[in-house]
C-alpha cells in the first residue's frame, strides 16, 4: 500500500491506475468525523494508493474526485 501525501500526486496517479483497466479497479471514500479525516484509497489488486486529508479542503477536493471518476464510469462504452 502506498499512502501518498500529495493530493495533487495522488489524483493524478489514481487516475491513471483508474484507466489502466476500468474493470478492476475500486474506489473508496471513508469520513471520519471524530478525527475530521478523509480516507481515499484506489487499488486494482496490485497497486493500492491511499491518501488521508484533515481539512475541509481535502473533503471539497475528495468530493471532486469522485465525481470525476463517476464520469468515467458513466462515459463507459
Do not use: Q
Not at 471514500?29 to 491511499?50: A, F, H, N, Q
Not at 475541509?56 to 468530493?63: C, I, L
Not at 470525476?68 to 458513466?74: G, N, T, V
Request: with cysteine.
Amino acid at each position: 500500500m502506498v499512502n501518498i501525501v500529495s493530493w495533487d500526486d495522488f489524483s493524478k496517479r489514481a487516475e491513471e491506475l483508474y484507466l489502466a483497466d476500468p474493470g478492476r479497479v475500486r474506489f473508496t471514500i471513508k469520513y471520519r468525523e471524530s478525527d475530521g479525516e478523509v480516507i481515499l484509497k484506489m487499488t486494482d489488486d496490485k497497486t493500492c494508493l491511499k491518501y488521508h486529508g484533515t481539512t475541509s479542503r481535502d473533503v471539497k477536493r475528495a468530493e471532486k474526485f469522485s465525481s470525476l471518476i463517476m464520469r468515467y464510469m458513466a462515459s463507459k462504452e
